[in-house]
């Protein structure tokens, strides 16, 4: 089975869309089903929808291999189906509602020895309760097919990369379902593919981005413990990560993207009274950007027309996505206590507030310049110039990414998320 399948992608999203490029480049003949028409019309248009360069290359190179094409329906023939749909969450309880729809529509289609695989990141016991009892429903018996689970392990900026080279995880729900899986993988990834059940699966991927949210929690306490002794906590933490056993992350104003603000919700859903680190770590995070916003208030008055711009409305440095940015939050809640904001953001296009134009549209007239996302465009800012654009030369650096000495040597009061307490407000001031 490690080449030349008929396969079906569901879903031609953040996952779907290069993994069904990357089969078709494999020697697999590939049809994408999406439920959207827009998506079908954007790719057949030539997806510049798609804003990762790699992504859209690999794609644009799978389409005209014709290995694969696009499709509106879910078509019968295919020998696997790959299901790559969303699985948010709604008051921090998992939506899998997608998962049992897609998996309802595949069943329509699905023959005995076919093969089902479910990539999205779902709760542990998701197969057994959620995608079985939907083929069951429609007729279907699990027995007679092989249904795995084999969850992504990508982030923006280096899908394709990851897609290739990352270890993957495939569990099959009877023996010999991830061998099946197993061998479809191995047509196009490098990197090592270790099987196991579909449970297991399941809560390896959710463990992944678990560990991530309650590492970052611990710095995050780190940070404001360290502003309290008087100490530079990213000082003390790259001390700290000296030693062979200590992988500290870096503290920030909160926890971004799809997954890792979300996961740890499918862990504490599944049993809240075993879960209590984990739900912790979540409050942690979830509070840094109100920690942002306090610092905000307490070195600008909430006074009528007071401006802060913002610089960062993505997720993470250097990658367009904006999914659960704590940007979002700090903005809102400004707005809440009377404050004008303003957003700039050279490499994310798309952001569920307003963005501006320019830097320099963002920061005229603003009583606060508040760095939020470490992207390498910012490093270019020349404090001097944009100086006489503020009201006020106040610099809040949720990252400790800015050059603290330099903005300060330019006459800016800087306060840095874990740094050193130098006075009462945490200033580093020009000497």
């Excluded at 002794?229 to 870096?250: F, T, Y």
């Excluded at 008055?301 to 939050?329: H, M, Q, W």
Aim: with cysteine; aromatic share 4%.
């Amino acid at each position: 089975m490690g080449s030349g399948m008929n396969v079906c992608v569901v879903g031609l999203g953040y996952i779907g869309l290069p993994t069904a490029a990357m089969m078709a480049l494999a020697g697999h003949d590939v049809v994408g089903y999406d439920v959207d028409p827009r998506v079908l019309r954007a790719l057949a248009d030539g997806a510049a929808h798609v804003k990762e360069k790699p992504v859209r290359a690999l794609v644009v190179k799978a389409l005209r291999s014709k290995k694969l094409t696009l499709s509106s329906e879910i078509p019968a023939g295919s020998q696997a189906y790959v299901l790559c749909v969303p699985t948010p969450t709604i008051d921090h309880k998992p939506d899998l509602s997608f998962v049992q729809s897609a998996s309802a529509a595949v069943a329509a289609v699905l023959n005995p020895g076919d093969l089902l695989i479910v990539e999205s990141t779902v709760p542990p016991g998701t197969m057994d309760r959620v995608v079985v009892p939907a083929l069951r429903a429609a007729g279907v018996d699990p027995d007679s097919v092989a249904i795995a689970h084999c969850p992504e392990r990508v982030i923006p900026g280096a899908i394709v990369k990851e897609l290739r080279e990352n270890a993957r995880v495939v569990g099959g729900r009877k023996p010999g379902d991830a061998e099946q899986a197993r061998a479809l993988y191995a047509s196009f990834t490098s990197g090592a593919i270790n099987t196991t059940d579909t449970m297991t699966a399941e809560l390896v991927k959710v463990i992944e981005n678990t560990y991530r949210d309650i590492n970052i929690a611990f710095a995050n306490e780190l940070a404001l413990l360290s502003e309290e002794l008087g100490v530079d906590a990213h000082e003390a933490i790259a001390l700290a990560n000296q030693h062979p056993r200590v992988n500290i992350l870096s503290p920030g104003p909160g926890v971004g993207g799809h997954c890792i603000p979300v996961d740890p919700h499918f862990l504490s859903n599944a049993n809240p009274f075993v879960t209590e680190l984990i739900q912790t770590a979540r409050r942690i995070n979830e509070r840094m950007p109100h920690v942002v916003v306090r610092r905000i208030v307490e070195h600008v008055a909430a006074r009528d027309g007071a401006i802060v711009a913002i610089l960062g409305a993505a997720y993470k440095a250097n990658v367009d996505d904006t999914r659960e940015s704590p940007t979002e939050r700090v903005e809102e809640l400004l707005r809440e206590r009377g404050y004008l904001t303003r957003v700039y953001d050279p490499v994310a296009e798309r952001y569920r507030g307003e963005l501006a134009a320019s830097l320099e549209d963002a920061v005229r007239g603003a009583d606060a310049l508040v760095l939020m996302v470490g992207h390498d465009a910012f490093a270019a800012i020349d404090p001097v110039a944009i100086a006489p654009l503020l009201r006020r030369r106040l610099l809040i650096d949720t990252r400790a990414f800015l050059p603290a000495a330099r903005w300060a040597a330019a006459g800016y009061d800087v306060y840095t998320l874990g740094g050193k307490r130098r006075d009462p407000l945490h200033f580093v001031t020009a000497s």
